[in-house]
């Protein structure tokens, strides 16, 4: 069984701090998505990684996938209130539409 | 474009009732997924239907099931309801096209509670 898991599981910081949220597993994914969800409603997808070390920035948010495909991360530069939410990791294998998720991070952004 | 639709938004059943959940993909989106939230195991894949056929199914009982129409629309069925059922159900479409990404793309859930 393949498991992703996400730390911290919360994190509460003040407007302007910057932050990493990790993904980390003992398996290989062939991709790995990153998404947001809001209080009752579904996950947005931010991005997606597909190849090992790959770097992908939107705005202030940077993900990168691991070399060996095990791992992500998440950095998000002089956060702001409008960031708050749950992060979710999820890992998907190649021809299979199922995503395995990680827990979450529950991100808080004080003003 | 529009994006995925669930409907009902909310449901409130009591234990043994039976439930039936609706989802519209993205248009020219062919596999639609199921996902179970809850607090404490976070998101759990149920099943994945592709051109009206089951691909995939992940570790709920038999009273969880699906189905496809040829529209792409598909509908989840949970019968015999216990509390534990309780949970937001998550609908995702993906175009599933070979040798793609497995990007998928999710409606805003329907909220389950079981009296």
């Known amino acids: 069984t393949q498991l992703l898991e996400q730390s911290p599981q919360f994190l509460s910081i003040q407007e302007g701090e910057n932050l990493t949220v990790y993904c980390n597993s003992s398996?290989?994914?062939?991709?790995l998505q990153w998404y947001r969800q809001e209080p009752g409603e579904g996950p947005v997808l931010l991005v997606t990684?597909?190849?090992?070390?790959e770097v992908k920035k939107l705005k202030r948010l940077t993900f990168q996938f691991g070399d060996a495909r095990k791992d992500s991360s998440l950095h998000i530069t002089a956060a702001q209130p409008g960031d708050t939410g749950l992060y979710l990791c999820?890992?998907?294998?190649?021809?299979?539409?199922?995503?395995?998720f990680g827990q979450g991070t529950r991100l808080t952004i004080n003003p | 474009k529009a994006g995925v639709t669930q409907t009902p938004r909310y449901l409130i059943k009591t234990r043994g009732q039976q439930v039936t959940l609706s989802c519209s993909p993205i248009?020219?989106?062919?596999?639609v997924s199921w996902y179970q939230q809850t607090p404490g195991q976070g998101l759990q894949f149920l099943f994945e239907?592709?051109?009206?056929?089951?691909?995939n199914k992940g570790n709920f009982p038999g009273r969880f099931s699906g189905r496809q129409f040829s529209n792409s629309r598909s509908e989840m069925n949970v019968s015999t309801l216990e509390l534990g059922d309780s949970a937001l159900y998550l609908c995702?479409?993906?175009?599933?096209?070979?040798?793609?990404?497995?990007?998928?793309?999710f409606g805003p859930g329907t909220r389950l509670t079981v009296l």
């Open positions: 995702a479409s993906s175009l599933r096209a070979a040798g793609g990404s497995n990007e998928q793309f």
């Open positions: 398996s290989v994914f062939s991709s």
């Open positions: 990684v597909v190849t090992g070390g």
């Open positions: 999820a890992g998907a294998n190649q021809g299979a539409q199922k995503l395995v």
């Open positions: 248009s020219g989106h062919r596999s």
């Open positions: 239907y592709f051109s009206e056929t089951q691909r």
